[in-house]
């Protein structure tokens, strides 16, 4: 069964890098048919997509946080990694991470780690 | 970005009722559009994928349809583990967005 769990500081400090682990298991992270993605969720707000990895490193990320943000895959430890940089207050969030399907051209977000509440505060 | 707009925001409704919720996208998605449920303290779940495609475990109840701009999620008969927030996510074009949610309550 698959199960997406992320990992990492709950409490970063303003202008620091928020660092965050996805470790994958029941599933081969370098599967052909599935995308890799992060979104986060602002307390009592929306849903907000950071952004998607392919095994192959290939990566999409919002406009919005592009400057700021790295995703990167570890195949050998079937894990993948969201890095942002010089967070703010406004970063403080539940971040999940997930499985995004793909047949052609259809994509979905099909299974979703439990997510993980990380507060920018110092 | 293409945006995407929810309507409603809020609803009140009773076990048994039927419901839909709209989702409105700024420019033409064709039908890349999905549809999720999240309760408190919990993930979202994948509901609908392709604007209709019931995704597998998902109960019957809950149908989507639309293509283009207008889509709609409708559930034939809420049931009390039915009420959530639901957000639909347009995957046609990146960045990937996300409606603003509809929260569902119990009247």
């Known amino acids: 069964q698959l199960q997406l769990q992320e990992s990492g500081p709950g409490l970063v400090k303003p202008s620091e890098t928020l660092s965050l682990t996805c470790t994958v298991s029941?599933?081969?992270?370098?599967?052909?048919?599935?995308?890799w993605g992060w979104i986060r969720q602002p307390p009592g707000k929306g849903l907000e997509w950071i952004g998607n990895?392919?095994?192959?490193?290939?990566?999409y990320y919002n406009p919005s946080l592009e400057s700021r943000v790295a995703i990167s895959v570890d195949t050998s430890k079937n894990q993948f990694s969201l890095k942002l940089t010089s967070v703010t207050a406004a970063d403080t969030a539940v971040y999940y991470c997930?499985?995004?399907?793909?047949?052609?051209?259809?994509?979905?977000?099909?299974?979703w780690g439990q997510g993980t509440l990380v507060t920018v505060s110092s | 970005d293409i945006q995407l707009t929810q309507s409603p925001s809020f609803l009140s409704a009773s076990v048994g009722d039927r419901v839909t919720i709209t989702c409105r996208a700024s420019?033409?998605?064709?039908?890349?559009l999905a549809w999720y449920q999240q309760k408190p303290g919990q993930a979202p779940k994948l509901l609908i994928y392709?604007?209709?495609i019931l995704q597998s475990g998902v109960p019957s109840r809950f149908s989507g349809s639309g293509s283009g701009t207008e889509f709609t999620l409708t559930i034939s008969s809420l049931q009390p583990e039915d009420f959530a927030t639901f957000y639909c996510?347009?995957?046609?074009?990146?960045?990937?967005?996300f409606g603003g949610g509809t929260k569902v309550q119990i009247k």
């Open positions: 990895i392919y095994y192959s490193g290939t990566t």
């Open positions: 029941g599933d081969s992270i370098s599967s052909s048919t599935y995308y």
């Open positions: 392709a604007a209709s």
């Open positions: 996510q347009q995957l046609n074009s990146y960045p990937l967005t």
């Open positions: 420019q033409a998605i064709s039908s890349y």
């Open positions: 997930a499985r995004v399907a793909h047949l052609v051209v259809i994509y979905y977000f099909d299974s």
